[in-house]
């Protein structure tokens, strides 16, 4: 059972670190954009800010959402918001192309130019990101068993650790690693979409974790805690990834012998 335990929570871990690498990689390279104007020195000072802001907005937003998760209404938003973020990207994703293809022809708009007016909006956008960021990783980690840990909020001690750890690496990756994240997205373009998709299908292991519940009892919460339901996500989950590594490969591959 325990060795059980650690493989589910290893594995949403996994699927944190690489949701919030894509929430973090995003992030960075919007403050980076918003700071670009800047003097070197204000530059810095401004990023540095946006980081502490992003650091804190995380943990706050933790906190506030633990609070609320146990309302099955709440994981309902949860499961929603999973399933959004998963199809928007994906429908969105071949529009989103195109414009940038038109943002690199168009002139540059006028852009608030004063320092405190940057850091202002770096915030308005770290709030955002770590809406984004927490909400995504405590619905993921509400669908999985409890440990027996002391309870924070209304998260398992258990859960409340992997929600934690995804915050602190999403801030890691923002700060250390985001260039590189976006590398190996540019590389393997088809990765991205992958995460999507994985993001899209935790959702409805949420889904089947909201039907369950006591106060809905639409699907028996035997079937939710199964071990043929368990095999059947994490084997769709590791397809997912599979498929998304090869075919960018195959495309990047193509690519080459084009070239």
Known sequence: MEAQLLLEYGWVLIVLVALEGLLAADNALVMAVMVKHLPEEQRKKALFYGLAGAFVLRFASLFVITLLIDVWQVQAIGAGYLLFLSIKHIASRSKEENEKEEAEVKPKSERGKGFWMTVLKVELADMAFAV????????????????????????????????????????????????????????????????????????????????????????????????AWKLTFYGVLILIAVIGWFSSGKKRNQQQLHI
């Open 132 to 227: 984004d960021s927490i909400l995504a990783a405590v619905a993921l980690a509400v669908s999985l068993p409890p440990t027996g840990l002391p309870q924070i909020g209304s998260l398992d001690g258990g859960q409340f650790l992997v929600v934690f750890l995804g915050g602190m690496i999403g801030i890691i990756i923002m700060r250390f690693a985001a260039n590189k994240f976006v590398l190996l997205l540019q590389q393997r373009p088809a990765l991205e979409t992958a995460a999507f998709v994985i993001v899209g299908w935790v959702g409805v292991k949420l889904v089947v974790h909201v039907l369950a519940h006591p106060n809905i009892a639409v699907l028996s919460h035997h079937f939710a805690e199964s071990l």
